[in-house]
């Protein structure tokens, strides 16, 4: 079977594992802050906090920007369930802005219209989550405008996006944003086998997420130091959660990190292959940004068939061919949880649109341009005989 995504591990990995299990702390040691300096480097983040995941890191982020009852996040409907949940793990409402069909980012004339309508009738959401969907950023810029307008913080999910970048700048040194998302799943660009980061310019967002992901638990070295307090003594400020990055996975998010730009390269390589070899069929082909300075990381590559109802067929004759092609996403509100909360289809047609139509196709590292031929290869037959 050639799945959809894969992560690749290197010996260079494994040893970097074996360290730390040999000699150092598993956890609470010195691996996590190595990782989150280098992400720092890489990005230009000014503050990064890595946690055991994505969904965790969107989690702490709504609690540090205080999201509570009667408040409400606006999100794209085109991303996995983990992007609306976080507000609600807060007790926090949930809405939609429907997408770009060119982009498959969130629409931003849409989300103009609906940020006027929602001012007018004093209903302003308390914060947006752009989505940056298979890797390719949303314009920042124009977001960031748009929200400042308004006074809602703006977060970036770039859990697709590590190592894109965004008006030349790297996503996650949050140029125009409060808060920019990272996740490290082994399909992701880099991995750490569960885990994720928040990355942010404020150090006040940075200090609560930090107290947050540790129990709400913190220790005063100082007063320590002056005698004030004895050694061991620490004290709880929050109601925090247990959602701290092991040292094991830190030193494979290390390791890994030092191929990055290799692995970007190769993703792209893969992706403008595709975009050659599947340029004469019916179908529309994953999007490429038309803003300078601005390019994906290809964590997925999704076309879609001009004929929605061929998909079925299609995703069929992949997977009995041993190609694993895969969805992405079932609308979010579409789901049952969702639909007990108001929500019906309908809401958003651009993103149902898409939705009928879409299919993903293998994309990862250690895909051979022999593996891809095949994939093309089962993709044209279908159409020639069916």
Known sequence: MIPYGRHQLTEEDINAVVDVLRHQHLTQGAQVPAFEAALAGYTGATHVCAVNSATSALHLVCLALGMGPGDVLWTSPLSFVASSN???YCGAGVDFVDIDPATLSISLPLLEEKLAQAHARQQLPKALITVHFAGLPTDMQLLHTLCQRYGIALIEDASHAVGADCHS???GECRWSDAAIFSFH???MITTAEGGAVLTPHEWLDARVRKLR???IVKDAARVASGELPPWYYEQEA???????TDMQ?????SQLTRLDSILAERRRLAARYR???ADLPLTLAPVSAIEGTESSWHLYVIQLNDA???LGLYQACQAAGIGVQIHYIPIYWQPYYQQLGFSQGYCPQVEEYYRRCLTLPLYVGLTDAEQDKVVAVIRAFFEHT
Do not use: E, I, M, S
Not at 239 to 245: C, I, K, V
Not at 250 to 254: F, K, N, Q, T, V
């Open 169 to 171: 700048a790297k996503v």
């Open 86 to 88: 976080c507000a609600l």
């Open 214 to 216: 540790t129990h709400g």
């Open 239 to 245: 109601l925090g959660f247990n959602y701290r990055l």
């Open 276 to 278: 050659q070899l599947l």
């Open 186 to 188: 082994p399909v992701k």
């Open 250 to 254: 830190a030193a494979l998010g290390l």
């Open 309 to 311: 109802d061929r998909r």
